[in-house]
């Protein structure tokens, strides 16, 4: 019996998972208020957190200065704050989540069921439409876990006859 010769099968690539996750995009989910309803977005990184509402975008960074180990206590450890706030922005405006990623986040603090938090959904960036007239602002971002960076960016989308001059923080 004749048979063909058995194809030669491709090495896979040596990869690790850690360099996969190296560097992410910005995951943001939604913070719900007390009524369950959507309050702006959050995203945890390797450096601190971002907070978008309807306010403007508010960074919590980690100090890098002191030592941290594993007995460093989560409410203790030093945080640096910036708050970005658009002047003459529109009053009535309110974040929304953009580019939706695979996965949810789940967050059980305390120990109340009816305070948990289950199946918010993720996604890349966070959205304000309409931050002035003819202008729309969104935040994307990469967390980079191995270098201990954080890149954020933000874009403005200017409509055509929409005045960049209005731009202003």
């Known amino acids: 019996v004749n ?10 690539p040596n990869l ?7 560097s992410i ?3 943001v989910y939604p913070k719900l208020n007390q009524n369950q309803t959507v309050d702006g977005y959050i995203a945890n990184t390797a450096l601190g957190s971002l907070l978008f509402t309807s306010k403007g975008l508010s960074l919590a960074i980690i100090d890098p200065g002191p030592s941290l180990d594993s007995s460093t206590e989560m409410n203790l450890v030093p945080m640096r704050a910036l708050q970005v706030q658009y002047l003459g922005a ?8 953009e580019n939706l990623q695979p996965g949810i986040v789940n967050k059980y603090l305390g120990s109340d069921p009816a305070a948990w938090q289950e199946g918010l959904p993720v996604f890349g960036g966070v959205r304000y439409n309409r931050l002035y007239p003819g202008i729309d602002l969104v935040y994307s971002g990469v967390d980079d876990w191995k270098s201990g960076s954080l890149h954020v960016k933000g874009t403005f989308f200017v409509a055509p006859g ?3 001059s209005q731009i202003r923080w």
């Open 3 to 12: 048979r063909p010769a058995a194809a030669a099968v491709p090495e896979a």
């Open 16 to 22: 690790e998972v850690a360099s996969v996750l190296d």
């Open 25 to 27: 995009p910005l995951q």
């Open 90 to 97: 529109n009053p009535g405006l309110r974040p929304e989540g």
């Open 162 to 164: 929409g005045d960049p």
